[in-house]
C-alpha cells in the first residue's frame, strides 16, 4: 500500500498479490484509512517487532516486492492455505541471503556488462569535482562495522599494519564511521555525502554528524519528465481550478448548485486517477498521494538536504553553486492569495498595497 506523509493509506494503492483491494474492505479492516503511529515504522525506518509496518523505498527492494506479491497471488490463485507473515519472513531470508552468500556477486561478475553501467557524465562530475581540489570517497558495506581500518594489498589480502591515515588510491576494508572521521577530520557540513538509501546511507551522517547528504532517486528522471509534458500541465492547471471552484462553490446549498458541484466533484475524483496511471498504474508517483506528499517524500525530506536522479546532475551547477532553501508558504501567509480567481485577489492587493 501507498501511504502518505500523515499516515493515511491513498485508497485505490492497496494489493494482496497482484489484485487490488476495494476501498471498502481496507476501510474496514484499519478501521478508516489511518494508520497509528505504532504500527509504522520507526525514526530509522525499522520494524523488527509487533505488528510494525516494513517500508519498502531502495532498489532493492523492487525485488522483494515482486516475490512477496507474485508467491501471494500464486497462493491465492491455488487455494493453498498459508500464513501471511511466514511468506514474509521466508522471502525476507530468500533475499538476504542472496546478498550474504554471494550469490547475487558472482552473478553479476558473470555478466558484468548487463548489470553496470559506466556513464561518462558520472565520470565527468568525478573528474570536475577532482579537478577544483575537491576530496571524495567511495564508503561500502563492509564485512564488520566494529574492528579498526585495515589495509588490503593488491592482491585482496588484509595487512596488520596500524593505519595512521588514509592514503589516496589506497582500498581499506572492515572500518567504521568513527574511526574514517578520526583518521580524516572530516566533519560537519563541509562534507557532502551521497547516497540511495534514505536511512542506512543518510539517516545517521545528518543527525549525529552534519554531514550535508543528497539522496540519488533514478525514478525522479521519469517522473519529471511526464510532469513537463502538456498533457500533465494541462491536466493539472485545470485540476487545481476544479478544486478552487469546489471550494468557493460549496456555500451555496440549493438543489441545482449542489448537482453541480456533485458532478465537479466526480470529474475531479476521474482526474485524479487518470493523473495517478500517468505516473504508474498502481501506486502512482512516487512523491506524491492525490493531495499531500508521500511517506517517502516525508522522510527523504527530512534526512536529505538534496535530491536528484544522477550525480551527472551537478554538471549543470558551478562547484561553487549554493542551493538555497525555497520558502514554502503557510496555509496562514499571503501568499495562498494566488491560489484565488483574479476577481477575489484585488481587495487582498489593495490592503496590501495599503498597508
Not at 221 to 243: D, F, K, P, V
Request: charged share 25%; with cysteine.
Amino acid at each position: 500500500m501507498k501511504i502518505d506523509a500523515f499516515h493515511y493509506i491513498q485508497l485505490g494503492t492497496v494489493y494482496r498479490g497482484l489484485s487490488v483491494v476495494p476501498d471498502e474492505e481496507v476501510i474496514e479492516m484499519y478501521e478508516g484509512s489511518h494508520v497509528p503511529l505504532e504500527q509504522m515504522s520507526d525514526f530509522y525506518g525499522k520494524s523488527s517487532h509487533g505488528n510494525t509496518m516494513k517500508q519498502f523505498m531502495d532498489i532493492f527492494s523492487l525485488p522483494e516486492m515482486t516475490l512477496l506479491s507474485c508467491v501471494n497471488e500464486y497462493f491465492l490463485k491455488n487455494n493453498v492455505d498459508y500464513e501471511p507473515v511466514h511468506l514474509y519472513k521466508d522471502v525476507k531470508d530468500s533475499i538476504r541471503d542472496v546478498h550474504t552468500k554471494g550469490i547475487m556477486y558472482r552473478a553479476i561478475e558473470a555478466d558484468i556488462e548487463k548489470y553496470i553501467c559506466y556513464p561518462e557524465q558520472t565520470r565527468a562530475v568525478l573528474a570536475k569535482l577532482a579537478d577544483h581540489g575537491k576530496k571524495m570517497f567511495l564508503i561500502t558495506n563492509s564485512p564488520s562495522s566494529f574492528v579498526p581500518f585495515r589495509k588490503v594489498n593488491e592482491k585482496g589480502v588484509l595487512l596488520w599494519d596500524k593505519i595512521y591515515k588514509l592514503q589516496k588510491g589506497q582500498i581499506y576494508k572492515q572500518g567504521n564511521l568513527y574511526e574514517f572521521l578520526k583518521l580524516t577530520g572530516w566533519r560537519g557540513s563541509k562534507v557532502l555525502y551521497f547516497g540511495d538509501h534514505i536511512y542506512s546511507d543518510l539517516a545517521d551522517l545528518t543527525l549525529k554528524h552534519g554531514w550535508r547528504t543528497g539522496a540519488i532517486i533514478p525514478e525522479l528522471r521519469s517522473e519529471l519528465r511526464i510532469m513537463n509534458t502538456e498533457q500533465y500541465i494541462q491536466t493539472m492547471t485545470w485540476l487545481q481550478t476544479l478544486t478552487g471552484l469546489l471550494e468557493q462553490m460549496q456555500v451555496h446549498r440549493d438543489a441545482e448548485s449542489q448537482l453541480v458541484l456533485q458532478e465537479w466533484k466526480k470529474e475531479r475524483k476521474e482526474m485524479r486517477e487518470m493523473t495517478k496511471g500517468s505516473f504508474n498504474t498502481q501506486f502512482g508517483s512516487l512523491f506524491r498521494t492525490d493531495q499531500n506528499p508521500t511517506y517517502f517524500l516525508r522522510r527523504l525530506s527530512r534526512f536529505a538536504d538534496i535530491y536528484m536522479a544522477s550525480l551527472s546532475c551537478l554538471l549543470s551547477y558551478d562547484v561553487s553553486h549554493t542551493f538555497y532553501p525555497r520558502r514554502t508558504p503557510l496555509q496562514h501567509e499571503l501568499p495562498a492569495w494566488s491560489d484565488r480567481p483574479p476577481a477575489a485577489r484585488l481587495p487582498l492587493l489593495q490592503e496590501a498595497q495599503a498597508k
